[in-house]
């Protein structure tokens, strides 16, 4: 949720290009906050409105995830806990799974990910469509 305006501008991106792109149901409270406050309501979220079983549905429901890896807390194409979750919701839902930049560099999770075989889409998304059966 760190990049929650990314997220709004890929969805319309996607939609764009005929897919359906969607951002979770809390996305429109994480909008023109801080970092601290975005820290904050995550917990809340994660805690009190069990955001992470909210991702799990909506795994469930789509064809594919986009992850959204900038450089974050010092990371090149940094991967937090609740992202890494989210992938491997979807690697078990057998759903494909598309990362914007590379696999981060780190050693406590990267050969987990890479597993996972993610499509590195290297800030593409017109490589989506490489990989999805309803081509323009």
């Known amino acids: 949720m760190a990049f ?7 969805q319309k991106e996607l ?3 005929g897919h359906e792109g969607v951002v979770s149901h809390f996305g429109n409270s994480y909008r023109d906050k801080t970092q601290e406050e975005i820290e904050k309501l995550k917990l809340y979220d994660k805690y009190e409105k069990e955001a992470i079983k909210e991702f799990w549905e909506e795994i469930k429901k789509s064809d594919a995830i986009v992850v959204l890896n900038y450089d974050r807390k010092g990371i090149k194409n940094y991967i937090g806990g609740n992202t890494f979750l989210e992938i491997g919701f979807a ?3 057998n759903k494909k799974i598309f990362l914007f930049h ?5 050693e406590i999770y ?3 990910i890479e597993a996972m075989r993610p499509v590195i889409l290297y800030g593409d998304l017109g490589r989506i469509s490489e990989y999805t059966t309803d081509k323009k």
């Open 102 to 106: 590379p696999i981060p560099d780190l």
């Open 91 to 93: 690697y078990v839902l």
């Open 15 to 17: 939609e764009v290009m």
């Open 4 to 10: 929650t305006e990314e997220m709004f501008q890929i």
């Open 110 to 112: 990267k050969s987990e």
